[in-house]
């Protein structure tokens, strides 16, 4: 990992791409066991069970950092998040609602627009909020995603509807979103040691890379914070305005992950045991990083 942290030391002036790097054959094989080296970190944002099933307490609307905007109007804020779900191939996306005007909403229901590689599970409970909302109140939608692939990152299209409730009945509204569903949405946080990582990275079960260049006015901390919580990396080591990260794949598979910043200049590197998704990795991780 020292080594890692070193080669990567002087960031160039970042062009705004990112490319694959071969497959490095390696004799060497991996020696610790994935038992050895892996503990699951606990959840970065705790949810309540709550709201599955649409009920909404009457709380402030607060950021947090596993947050991201998503639209708005003059009757709703929206943010949201995302998570795998645990025992299951999906991806779960949590809307967070707020009332910013002075009208009052119900029947709030939220649906996006199905594609080849994502399909929203309507079986599932938590897309529709039968609790009015009063201006103020805070409330929060579930979206289960079943994905055909998880190294394929997309933008889908959906749409929140409600009706605002008036003195002489209810009107009805909508809010349009496109809403990011990432690689990284898949990606577990798990803790590991320095020296196993170390360990990992000498082995042969991460041979694939990729990485990218950009610029960005973030902080490093403020990148080291978007990568952990929306990207579901666990920092591993952090050295000056250099870290090295660590999540796995559901099915297990390990995902190292360097960060480093030298004033606007940002480099991203990964190293998996598959192509394809370092490749998404990284452009995924590009993207939290930029996203405003």
Known sequence: MDAWLRDEANVPAAVENSKPEKKTK??????VAREAYEETSGVCTPSN????????????HCSTPGTTKLCSNSDLIVDFSSSPNPGSDEVVVKLGLLIPGPRRLKDIEANVVDTLNARMVRSEPGFVLPASLSPGEHGELSLHFALGSKTLSQTLRGTITYLVEEEDGSMPGKLDFRLPLRSTDSLLSVMISKNDFSCLLAGGNVDFSASAQFVSEYSFR?????????????????????????????????????????????????KTGDQKLADVVVEDLKDICTRR
């Open 26 to 31: 390696k004799k060497k094989k991996l020696t």
């Open 49 to 60: 069970p709550n709201f599955d099933h649409g009920i909404s307490p009457k709380v402030s």
């Open 222 to 270: 403020d990148l080291l914070t978007k990568i952990t919580f929306v990207g579901h990396f666990s920092v591993v080591e952090e050295v000056g305005s250099a870290a090295s990260l660590y999540a796995t794949t559901t099915a297990g598979n390990p995902v190292c992950v360097l960060l480093k910043k030298n004033e606007e200049n940002v480099h991203i590197g990964c």
